[in-house]
């Protein structure tokens, strides 16, 4: 899946970048972003440029690491960790600041015009120590 592998490699690179205006470049300025994990719904691009710089200050260390892929230029399914250590405690996925953390998960990423025009996020903290 020649195409997929393609997405993934610029998608990989640049969330690890950590930087926002690399990572906002890749969405269509339409684009929406759901985030079951964090209970967040149909995010326009502001509010995902908000999502990013608070999950970056919330935690230190952190990676993407792809563990899959499948799909089309249109849409890519990438399976992924978000490996990172806490800076601050989130009673509501039960994690003290200090946890490494380990969170697994699926996005859904429909993509038009070589942009990403919606993001679904399935993850689920896989461990914590």
Known sequence: ????????AILESTYNSLDLDSILSLYA?????TAHLFELVGLDKVQIRAFYADL?????DIEFVTRCISGTPE???????????ARKSSPALG?????AVVMR???????RDGLIAEQK????????S
């Open 95 to 99: 994690i003290a600041r200090g946890d």
């Open 56 to 60: 970056f200050e919330s935690n230190g």
């Open 75 to 85: 849409l890519v399914i990438w399976e992924c960790d978000v490996r990172c250590t």
């Open 105 to 111: 998960g699926v996005s859904l990423l429909t993509w």
């Open 29 to 33: 300025d339409d684009a929406k972003l």
């Open 1 to 8: 899946m020649t195409a997929a592998h393609g997405v993934i």
């Open 121 to 128: 996020d399935y993850f689920h903290v896989a461990r914590k």
